[in-house]
């Protein structure tokens, strides 16, 4: 008896299990018994009979579960005679192909979560490693269109922009494609889901200061502010009543000789995702001392000067200060300090004289004859006059109805 044996190629299916259709042809024999075991990799071997192929070949289908890794698998085929007399063995060999497998990661997971940055873009990276392939296509659900190309440790960025609610996107591998054939079921996923950039902040500060500011007219006031409003962002500034405007995500605006009143300073800033803050500083503005008045000089329409509880000065705002020109003669409406019959300091509505200078505290100075001193609540000096240098002492140094600290 001869026979002749072949195997066509066979791919396993995602269980595992392949199929291939054997050929085999004898003379003079009405039967055979086949079996194959794995020569590389693992399967589960198989063993039965085949039928008579006196009249030329014939074909069966086999069936090799339990496929792990590519390998290939010997078939032998001994033959029998009507009378159970055995032939040679005829071996032939048959190649097992498992179909391709996959794992698809987003942001190193399955399922994960991305926030968003301030301008509402977020970026995932992906990485897909597979077996057996050479190539394939996967896409991604949410507006992300169908990718291909070479599959084997594919890699990159999958970039969304616009995120400015929760959304979720699902991306899986629509086919793999390898020795084995293509596979375009049961395949690796993976799912991100992408987060709106969070509430957006933003720091105000007038003149430095993140609390309530107390000016004295005319007062200069400096808006300055940051935000996590993005590169995307803008933030609208305004002082009602004074000014207004846009600008970027931070920046500083300063606004000039602002007259009396109590002005709340805001700015708002929104991002790309619209998402806004908002911060306010209220700002007050005045021609009054802020302190409790200790010591005022006044005429018969008010305080001509003041000195209050912190030791700051203040003149009316029609008053100019003349340092070192003596007042002139018959100025009405003038309160006088003199020493040995010197006018030494000339108060009215419209000018103020000192034979010295307004000069800033300094340490030891003590009331004492030819000096006046004046005290707050608490006893303590805020101001001197000093009859011989004609200087004015300050706690606080403030003149011409401005704080000067300020």
């Given at each position: 008896?001869?026979?002749?044996?072949?195997?066509?190629?066979?791919?396993?299916?995602?269980?595992?299990?392949?199929?291939?259709?054997?050929?085999?042809?004898?003379?003079?024999?009405?039967?055979?018994?086949?079996?194959?075991?794995?020569t590389?990799?693992?399967?589960?071997?198989?063993?039965?009979w085949?039928?008579s192929?006196?009249?030329g070949?014939?074909s069966?289908?086999?069936?090799?579960?339990?496929?792990?890794?590519?390998?290939?698998?010997?078939c032998?085929?001994?033959?029998?005679?009507?009378?159970?007399?055995?032939?040679?063995n005829?071996?032939?060999?048959?190649?097992?192909?498992?179909?391709?497998?996959?794992?698809?990661?987003?942001?190193?997971?399955?399922?994960?979560?991305v926030?968003?940055?301030?301008?509402?873009?977020?970026?995932?990276?992906?990485?897909?490693?597979?077996?057996?392939?050479t190539?394939?296509?996967?896409?991604?659900?949410?507006?992300?269109?169908?990718?291909t190309?070479?599959?084997?440790?594919?890699?990159?960025?999958?970039?969304?922009s616009?995120v400015?609610?929760?959304?979720?996107?699902?991306?899986?591998?629509?086919?793999l494609?390898?020795?084995?054939?293509?596979?375009?079921?049961?395949?690796?996923?993976?799912?991100?889901?992408?987060?709106?950039?969070?509430?957006?902040?933003?720091?105000?500060?007038v003149?430095?200061?993140?609390?309530?500011?107390?000016?004295?007219?005319?007062?200069?006031?400096?808006?300055?502010w940051?935000?996590?409003?993005?590169?995307?962002?803008?933030?609208?500034?305004?002082?009602?009543?004074?000014?207004?405007?846009?600008?970027g995500?931070?920046?500083?605006?300063?606004?000039?000789?602002?007259?009396?009143?109590?002005?709340?300073?805001?700015?708002?800033?929104?991002?790309?995702?619209?998402g806004?803050?908002?911060?306010?500083?209220?700002?007050?503005?005045?021609?009054?001392?802020t302190?409790?008045?200790?010591?005022?000089?006044?005429?018969?329409?008010?305080?001509?000067?003041?000195?209050d509880?912190?030791?700051?000065?203040?003149?009316?705002?029609?008053?100019?200060?003349?340092?070192?020109?003596?007042?002139?003669a018959?100025?009405?409406?003038?309160?006088?300090?003199?020493?040995?019959?010197?006018?030494?300091f000339?108060?009215?509505?419209?000018?103020?004289?000192?034979?010295g200078?307004?000069r800033?505290w300094?340490?030891?100075?003590?009331?004492?004859?030819?000096?006046?001193?004046?005290?707050?609540?608490?006893?303590?000096?805020?101001?001197?006059?000093?009859g011989a240098?004609?200087?004015?002492?300050?706690?606080?140094?403030?003149?011409?109805?401005r704080?000067?600290?300020?």
């Open positions: 008896m001869s026979c002749s044996i072949s195997f066509s190629p066979a791919t396993a299916d995602t269980s595992g299990t392949a199929t291939s259709t054997v050929m085999w042809s004898c003379t003079n024999a009405s039967n055979g018994w086949y079996s194959c075991s794995a590389t990799g693992t399967f589960t071997p198989i063993s039965g085949l039928y192929a006196v009249t070949p014939e069966r289908l086999l069936t090799f579960p339990g496929i792990s890794g590519a390998g290939s698998a010997t032998t085929v001994t033959p029998y005679n009507e009378d159970g007399g055995a032939g040679s005829y071996s032939a060999t048959v190649t097992l192909t498992p179909l391709p497998t996959c794992i698809l990661t987003l942001n190193g997971s399955t399922g994960t979560t926030t968003a940055d301030a301008n509402g873009n977020a970026s995932v990276p992906f990485n897909l490693t597979s077996n057996y392939a190539n394939g296509t996967y896409s991604c659900t949410g507006g992300i269109s169908p990718l190309g070479a599959i084997g440790g594919l890699s990159g960025t999958l970039s969304f616009g400015t609610s929760q959304q979720t996107h699902s991306c899986i591998i629509t086919s494609t390898g020795a084995g054939g293509t596979s375009t079921t049961n395949l690796c996923s993976a799912t991100v889901r992408l987060d709106p950039p969070p509430p957006p902040t933003v720091d105000l500060r003149n430095g200061l993140d609390t309530s500011v107390n000016l004295m007219a005319p007062a200069d006031i400096t808006l300055s940051t935000s996590t409003v993005g590169s995307d962002g803008y933030c609208d500034y305004s002082i009602p009543g004074v000014g207004s405007g846009q600008v995500p931070s920046g500083t605006r300063t606004f000039l000789n602002v007259g009396f009143g109590t002005y709340a300073a805001e700015v708002v800033c929104s991002n790309a995702a619209g806004s803050a908002r911060d306010v500083v209220a700002v007050n503005v005045t021609t009054v001392p302190g409790t008045p200790v010591w005022q000089i006044r005429d018969s329409l008010g305080p001509i000067f003041s000195i509880s912190l030791g700051n000065a203040y003149l009316v705002p029609t008053s100019q200060v003349n340092e070192r020109t003596p007042p002139l018959g100025l009405t409406g003038a309160f006088l300090l003199k020493r040995g019959g010197e006018r030494v000339a108060f009215s509505r419209n000018v103020t004289y000192l034979k200078s307004v800033p300094q340490t030891g100075l003590t009331a004492e004859p030819g000096k006046l001193a004046i005290k707050n609540g608490s006893r303590q000096i805020v101001a001197l006059f000093d240098s004609g200087d004015l002492y300050l706690a606080r140094d403030a003149v011409g109805g704080r000067r600290d300020q």
